[in-house]
């Protein structure tokens, strides 16, 4: 079983900027790939952004240029810094697993979802 704890959201003034983390474990599992993705009120879940276990990254692209994603192994604790945060990126942010890689090789697909972290940029 996989497990993700998202952390650091808070309720900031636009212009601000809040570091999330993600801390993934799970028996058996060694690395993963992350993504986030965020949900606002009324509306659908949205990507934000992606690393790989290569480290390539990937981001929705309005918010590239704002928010950065990083990783750090040892701990597979993921971030995402968020800069220049507006009163839009009010939502709730989650990390999900796209790739959980087993310690004896291979790899699963399953989707693994943390709980979520309020993020609230006040205006």
């Known amino acids: 079983q996989v497990h993700l704890v998202e952390s650091g959201g808070d309720s900031v003034l636009a212009g601000g900027s809040l570091r999330l983390s993600c801390v993934v474990s799970?028996?058996?599992?060694?690395?993963?790939?992350v993504s986030w993705f965020r949900q606002a009120p009324g509306k659908e879940r949205e990507f934000v952004a992606g690393?790989?276990?290569?480290?390539?990254?990937n981001y929705a692209y309005s918010l590239k240029g704002r928010f950065t994603i990083s990783q750090d192994k040892p701990k597979k604790t993921f971030y995402l810094q968020m800069n220049s945060l507006k009163p839009d990126d009010t939502a709730v942010y989650y990390c999900?697993?796209?790739?959980?890689?087993?310690?004896?090789?291979?790899?699963?697909?399953?989707?693994?979802w943390g709980q979520g972290t309020q993020v609230t940029v006040i205006s």
């Open positions: 690393i790989g276990a290569d480290g390539l990254t």
């Open positions: 999900k697993t796209d790739r959980s890689f087993f310690c004896t090789g291979g790899y699963s697909l399953a989707d693994h």
């Open positions: 799970g028996f058996s599992y060694c690395a993963f790939e």
